[in-house]
């Protein structure tokens, strides 16, 4: 299984970051797993939301191919640790590409995106910012893959 997680624009947090880069490397001693950053739509403001949505959109699209696409979207379906981990494993047995996750920028994901989703989840009811979903998708992964292993992590 290979796991890629795309997002619009760089961690800019540093606290942020430095949890992000944690993760990464628990999940990559466990799975192959990557982030890929691409264009964000700079100097642009939020009444140029089309504007915005669609230069984001159009730099997620460049890494879509046949993937399994989990896209994280507030209505989304929510699920439980031990589901989202059941979900990963019979993914990776049904499906032979890699699968990946695309969390969207401060406006979220352009409906073209979505409709390209295999799936959409929803990580929570509350509402997080896009960097700090980011580090709450990378925890759930490493949990999953620590459920599915068998590996005992903190409850």
Not at 42 to 51: A, T
Not at 78 to 105: H, K
Not at 119 to 127: A, E, H, N, Q, Y
Request: proline share 2%.
């Amino acid at each position: 299984m290979h796991l890629r997680l795309i997002w619009p624009g760089k961690t800019q947090n540093a606290y942020l970051l430095e949890v992000q880069s944690q993760y990464l490397k628990k999940i990559n001693s466990m799975q192959k797993c990557e982030i890929i950053e691409t264009q964000v739509a700079k100097g642009l403001s939020e009444k140029h939301s089309e504007k915005i949505m669609e230069i984001e959109a159009a730099g997620l699209e460049k890494y879509l191919k046949d993937d399994y696409i989990i896209c994280l979207f507030d209505k989304g379906k929510e699920m439980n640790s031990v589901q989202f981990a059941q979900l990963l494993e019979r993914t990776t047995l049904d499906y032979p590409y890699p699968i990946t996750f695309i969390v969207g920028g401060f406006l979220g994901l352009a409906d073209r995106i979505l409709k390209r989703a295999n799936l959409m989840m929803s990580l929570s009811r509350l509402t997080f910012s896009h960097e700090l979903t980011r580090v709450v998708l990378l925890e759930q992964i490493y949990r999953a893959l620590t459920i599915t292993k068998g590996r005992r992590y903190a409850k």
